[in-house]
């Protein structure tokens, strides 16, 4: 996040007044203040019908004194009351006088009301996290005009911009307004869940998050609204929210730490595109991700706007932290897309890629060895990493078992039932081809958990081991949106898109993966699969030019790149970088030769088709020439034979080097 600070102007700025229509008797909700043949309503006074006093001009003065803080001016209005900037007329350690925030919380003729409200906000005192304002003090004070006792909470004073404010003040490089760039907002979004998933861990609900409650002082983010704030073990019969960003079971169970959630979606929402009507037609939803430009082009981050606003709370994040962590993967991967430098994260959900799948062999036209060994796939795909604090954990630590059916048996002899135990027994009986019962085991377990991700996950797999691509992807799609932050998701939707031949799908979710996480080499293959039979040779070299020259993938990577440049019609350029990287590659001497024989062909192929062109330069040391080419062809075929153990191969592999070899005189 870039650093911010308050500019004078905006400690300065006069209140904004309350405007006429939004006065209303805060006891029979009737209008009250309005102005009458053309003069302007009163601020100040009584309810024509019930009595009730009214004021909508702030209440204290500069130099009033509230307790021991005395008021400098006022700064806002709240959604309780009017809040002030003060300071604390008691000395701190270095002899100066804090600054402080007053806020209005409660306004009642009852003492023990008042005494009662102190007592219930005594525990904002405790609440210490660098992402939430201070709460240092309540204190009580007669209001003025009514002479009704008035608590107030006092809290530090914050020096910089609310995210409300810098949404108002943001422009794009042309100067028009403009939403917030979308990593900053999804950095504000990691922060503000840190604070809120203390506060779920304290037993406290926030309530009314909006972008106007949370404030970016110099690199940091905090909230600084905890007047709506409560005790999730004991919610008042009224409690605060606000149209467009509170969720809409809220008004019939109350706050809960899923709608907490649900806010912070919808003011990332907010903060993010222009999200006109949020307050009416999509108060309780979200546009369509193609009417909206920024979903359309991160559909991770569209997922995880849906899951974090689901109309049901059963469906959305399960807490503070697993939304944060989802958030931190989707802004890892917007800005790996950005600036075409990898963000390798840490996953708490999944293992990293452990093995490879398609690596041996790039998409040709009609070549040799050219197709995906999809059996390799499920086998390779990253693992659901096992809860720690299941029951079953110890004992799945313990097993030694290699083959598929040891593992089976080694899961059905733990004398434990839990969660854990019953999903790693799926995943053995899926790798031992044990499918019938890996679907039974499932059925069971969805009847006890049925919003487990992870029952998609092995569904997904199950199909996938039998050959169903078209039938995996469904359960695939379904995990994504649910941890829309995770790369192994991505990763075998797009394998199980590629094997159903459905580039579209595949190709950019290979390359979100491989883009954000290098570790990940078989989306790298995947991705420059797709890109070749797109006929884009150059972007597929460059997918396969990425994996690390440290990967065990390296070599095979080189040599995919080798016959991506060796595609048909290929250019005289493609054929020596071709050429110069078979040279620069070490081999043994059958990988070398058989692929210089492929180099050679493609080379008089070339050659051929090209009569009167300049054959100016060379392919491993021959020049573009009928005769120089067939030399090396025939050097090739005899170096392959001469490491062929199979004598009949052998003595065609001579006879084929015999027929290209060129005519000569001796």
């Not at 920024?294 to 991770?300: I, P, T, Y």
């Not at 070398?592 to 080379?603: I, K, R």
Request: hydrophobic fraction near 40%.
């Amino acid at each position: 996040m870039p650093r911010v600070t308050r500019s004078d102007s905006a400690t300065t700025a006069p209140v904004p007044e309350i405007d006429e229509s939004q006065r209303f008797c805060r006891t029979c909700k009737s209008p009250v203040g309005r102005g009458r043949n053309g003069q302007p309503g009163r601020p100040r006074g009584f309810c024509t019908k019930d009595g009730t006093p009214f004021c909508f001009e702030p209440t204290l003065a500069e130099s009033d004194s509230v307790d021991r803080y005395e008021i400098d001016r006022c700064i806002a209005r709240g959604g309780q009351g009017w809040i002030y900037l003060g300071h604390d007329t008691h000395f701190d350690d270095t002899g100066g006088q804090r600054p402080v925030v007053l806020k209005g919380v409660i306004d009642s003729t009852d003492p023990d009301a008042i005494e009662q409200a102190r007592q219930e906000r005594r525990f904002l005192i405790e609440v210490d996290h660098p992402n939430i304002v201070k709460v240092n003090d309540f204190v009580r004070h007669p209001d003025p005009l009514t002479g009704t006792m008035a608590g107030y909470l006092v809290m530090e004073y914050i020096d910089g911009r609310t995210l409300l404010d810098l949404h108002r003040e943001y422009r794009d490089d042309e100067g028009n307004r403009a939403p917030l760039p979308l990593p900053h907002v999804l950095a504000y979004g990691i922060e503000v869940l840190q604070a809120m998933a203390y506060l779920h861990e304290k037993g406290l609900l926030y309530c009314d998050f909006k972008p106007d409650n949370a404030m970016h002082t110099g690199d940091q983010l905090k909230l600084i609204d905890l007047g709506a704030v409560v005790r999730a073990e004991s919610v008042p019969d009224s409690f605060l929210g606000t149209v467009g960003y509170q969720a809409p079971e809220v008004v019939d169970t109350g706050p809960t730490v899923a709608s907490d959630l649900y806010t912070v979606g919808r003011s990332l929402a907010v903060l993010s595109f222009s999200f006109e009507g949020f307050t009416r037609q999509f108060r309780d939803r979200l546009p369509n991700r193609d009417d909206v430009p920024l979903l359309a082009a991160n559909e991770s981050y569209d997922l995880l706007l849906r899951r974090a606003t689901h109309t049901d709370p059963a469906q959305r994040f399960t807490s503070a932290e697993q939304m944060s962590q989802q958030l931190e993967g989707v802004l890892l991967e917007v800005l790996a897309a950005s600036d075409a430098h990898p963000r390798p994260g840490l996953s708490r959900v999944f293992t990293v890629e452990q093995r490879t799948f398609g690596t041996d062999t790039v998409v040709g036209d009609g070549r040799p060895g050219s197709q995906v060994d999809w059996s390799a796939l499920v086998p390779a795909l990253p693992t659901p990493l096992v809860d720690p604090v299941d029951p079953g954990a110890g004992h799945l630590a313990a097993i030694a078992a290699a083959d598929p059916d040891s593992v089976v048996d080694a899961l059905l002899a733990i004398p434990v039932d839990s969660p854990e135990i019953v999903l790693q027994l799926v995943g053995a009986r899926i790798a031992a081809g044990q499918l019938d019962a890996a679907h039974q085991d499932l059925d069971v377990y969805a009847a006890k958990a049925p919003h487990d991700w992870r029952l998609s996950w092995y569904r997904g797999l199950g199909e996938l081991a039998a050959s169903r691509p078209r039938e995996a992807r469904p359960y695939f799609e379904q995990v994504y949106a649910v941890l829309p932050g995770e790369l192994p998701p991505k990763l075998a939707l797009a394998a199980a898109a590629e094997w159903d031949g459905d580039d579209d799908r595949a190709g950019p979710l290979y390359e979100r993966v491989w883009r954000t996480d290098t570790r990940y080499v078989s989306a790298a293959f995947g991705y420059a699969r797709v890109l070749e039979r797109r006929g884009e040779l150059t972007a597929a070299v460059a997918a396969l030019d990425g994996v690390p020259e440290d990967n065990a993938q390296h070599t095979f990577a080189q040599v995919a790149a080798i016959r991506a440049c060796l595609a048909p019609n290929l250019a005289k350029a493609e054929l020596l970088e071709a050429g110069a990287r078979l040279k620069r590659l070490p081999l043994g001497i059958e990988r070398q030769a058989e692929l210089s024989v492929e180099v050679f062909q493609a080379a008089l192929e070339w050659v051929r088709h090209n009569e009167g062109v300049d054959g100016g330069g060379e392919v491993l040391g021959r020049r573009l020439a009928d005769r120089q080419l067939r030399f090396g062809l025939e050097k090739a075929y005899r170096d392959l034979a001469g490491v062929t153990e199979d004598a009949d191969r052998r003595i065609e592999l001579v006879r084929t080097a015999n027929r290209v070899r060129p005519r000569t005189l001796f």
